[in-house]
T-cell receptor, first 113, second 116 residues
Framework: ETGVTQTPRHLVMGMTNKKSLKCEQH?????MYWYKQSAKKPLELMFV???????ENNSVPSRFSPECPNSSHLFLHLHTLQPEDSALYLC????????????FGPGTRLTVT | AQTVTQSQPEMSVQEAETVTLSCTYD???????LFWYKQPPSRQMILVIR??????QNATENRFSVNFQKAAKSFSLKISDSQLGDAAMYFC?????????????FGKGTHLIIQP
């Protein structure tokens, strides 16, 4: 595998379920990001991790819980989501936080029923 | 707060023609970075071109070039000799300077259609 991978690519879950999204980067980067992409809205930055420490949380509801066990892996744990949380969730990585180019994964299409 | 505006939700161009996608942004910073990202139907976002605000020369990458007008806070993308593979969503993005942890601020995107 090369670049940034995300699993699953598609996920359907009920509002009472608990699920996790996984992101893995094979680029030796030190910063990782979660973005939310909703229809007709700009991409929204959710979380930023630098060297496995969370450095930004953009007022994201607590039903989204990120985890970064090491610099190559990033998870987004989901619980008691709402239908409006249905979106494409994109993971990205960069060499460090700052002006470095971000490399994106293919995304997970999440549908909350 | 910085904002990025892409006023063209959709653009269409004939294959081999040239098309320009517009982007404006609002910032109080004097030094920053601007990007154009492409998201094909397969959804993987890839960087097309990048511009540092302190550089007066417009960035160019093969058939892709930008018209960066700092005073007007405008950053348009020109695609020359359009190809079918150029069909995608194009996002303009802004990044503040310094070592802060902010991610990119994106516009809503422009859907580019290439007519064969």
């Amino acid at each position: 595998e090369t670049g940034v991978t995300q699993t699953p690519r598609h996920l359907v879950m009920g509002m009472t379920n608990k699920k996790s999204l996984k992101c893995e980067q094979h680029l030796g980067h030190n910063a990782m990001y979660w973005y939310k992409q909703s229809a007709k809205k700009p991409l929204e930055l959710m979380f930023v991790y630098s060297l496995e420490e969370r450095v930004e949380n953009n007022s994201v509801p607590s039903r989204f819980s990120p985890e970064c066990p090491n610099s190559s892996h990033l998870f987004l744990h989901l619980h008691t989501l709402q239908p409006e949380d249905s979106a494409l969730y994109l993971c990205a990585s960069s060499q460090f936080v700052g002006i470095y180019e971000q490399y994106f994964g293919p995304g997970t299409r999440l549908t909350v029923t | 707060a910085q904002t990025v505006t892409q006023s063209q939700p959709e653009m269409s161009v004939q294959e081999a023609e040239t098309v320009t996608l517009s982007c404006t942004y609002d910032t109080s910073e004097s030094d920053y970075y601007l990007f154009w990202y492409k998201q094909p139907p397969s959804r993987q976002m890839i960087l097309v071109i990048r511009q540092e605000a302190y550089k007066q020369q417009n960035a160019t990458e093969n058939r892709f070039s930008v018209n960066f007008q700092k005073a007007a806070k405008s950053f348009s993308l020109k695609i020359s000799d359009s190809q079918l593979g150029d069909a995608a969503m194009y996002f303009c993005a802004y990044r503040a300077p310094g070592g802060g942890a902010d991610g990119l601020t994106f516009g809503k995107g422009t859907h580019l259609i290439i007519q064969p």
